[in-house]
């Protein structure tokens, strides 16, 4: 059993920025693929950045590239998502950990809710 605790949600104004934090129980080299996602009530939920635990490249979807930055402390087994933010950045975020597959075969956009080890998510709002 892998957990998974996200934190550092809350409310800024359109251009300001927060920074999410995910840590996990596993080192992070055997964390595999860990992603953020985010989710708007009565909407899909949307993939967001990830990054291979073990070799630490990331990856992004083209919504949020050159506004978001995935990254990792392995000291502190957490990864990180600093945000400059827009309104539609408003959801809740959720990270996952779960098989590499999902980042080496870059699959991790398409990742089934019932796999892996998912946080409780954080909210974020964006007001203009």
């Known amino acids: 059993q892998v957990h998974v605790v996200e934190s550092g949600g809350g409310s800024v104004q359109a251009g300001g920025s927060l920074n999410l934090s995910c840590a996990v129980s596993v080192n992070l080299a055997n964390a595999g693929c860990m992603a953020w996602f985010r989710q708007v009530p009565g909407k899909e939920r949307e993939a967001v950045a990830a990054?291979?635990?073990?070799?630490?490249?990331t990856y992004y979807v083209d919504s949020v590239k050159g506004r978001f930055t995935i990254s990792q402390d392995r000291a502190k087994n957490t990864i990180f998502l600093h945000m400059n933010l827009e309104p539609e950045d408003t959801a809740t975020y959720y990270c996952v950990s779960g098989p590499s597959t999902y980042c080496i075969r870059e699959t991790w956009t398409s990742w089934p809710a019932g796999i892996g080890y998912w946080g409780q998510g954080t909210q974020v709002t964006v007001s203009s």
């Open positions: 990054i291979h635990g073990g070799s630490g490249r």
